[in-house]
């Protein structure tokens, strides 16, 4: 068991994505929360909140080099481009490990309740190397995205992938944690089947997420897909072996095709048509494609991975 920390120094670290709209009020917000803390004599006075800027289009990095000036609690980390949600956020993580106890990772859009980020710091102190921030239920989404949420992990469940139902990226990890996530090296991160893969002791804080302050959503529905499939392949090669379970299945169907081809053709009752002819062709032709589509998404993995191209790279910062 992780050892007890009194008054421990955390830090927030959270990846922005032109966050011009919400900024202002996320960071007035976490600030007080960390001052509250600081007061009570539960966390250190040097606890820090983060904005990591992942090549902002709009004025995000101007405004958090303004905040970091306004607030002592306050820094920013600029990335020298776009490198995505997942290694902005590993960005923040590695940079700031050696400077803090424990890390919460949070988006900036204040959908996610900053209020159990206590529970989070209590449970930690007590032990806990990982604190899952996990959602009560899904009233808030649409009926659409509320199902294809679920449709994703009961497929990422059978996919085998290690996944914390209803969790996102809002969590609490112990320096240690992160020290171990700093050895996973691939390019295709998917950090919530890593965090869960590294072990540890781990709990659990239960929260009802809430609508977005300000500005529009960065994930539209063909990001999410991506990212669910992303993190499915990246964690599983169940697909792999589903392709070989597809065409044993295929090879059976066909040898049952054929053998009562030839039970036809002894028995005088063959009929030759163009649905007899035209059918498996599009069928067979459809599940080849299908399974090379597969493979392909896994060849193209394994070329992003051979290259070692940096995850992302610093610009500057602002403390």
Known sequence: MNQIIIRPVIGIVSPCYNEQEVLPETAAQLNALLTVLIQDNIISEKSFVVFVDD??????WQITENLAQQYPLIKGLKLAGNVGHQNALLAGLLTFNSEADALVSIDADLQDDINVIPEMIEKFVHGADVVYGVRRERTTDTAFKR????????????????????????????????????????????????????????????????ERFAGTSKYPLKKMLSFAWNGITSFSNYPLKLVSVIG????????????????????????????????????????????????GEYIGKIYAEVKQRPRYIIDKKAE
């Open 147 to 210: 199902n294809t949420a679920l449709m994703f992990y009961k497929f990422a469940k059978k996919m085998k992938v290690n996944l914390v139902h209803n969790h996102a990226d809002f969590r609490l990890c112990s320096k240690r944690v992160i020290s171990a996530l700093s050895g996973y090296a691939e390019v295709n991160l998917f950090l919530r089947g890593i965090i869960p893969s590294i072990g540890y002791s781990r709990e659990m804080v239960y929260y009802d997420r809430l």
């Open 55 to 60: 090549g902002s289009r709009d004025a995000t």
């Open 248 to 295: 044993f299945v295929i090879f059976a169907v066909c040898l049952g095709m054929s053998a009562y081809a030839l039970l036809s053709l002894f028995s005088g009752h063959t009929v030759p048509g163009w649905v007899s002819t035209v059918l498996p062709m599009y069928f067979l032709g459809g599940i080849q494609l299908f399974c090379f589509g597969i493979i």
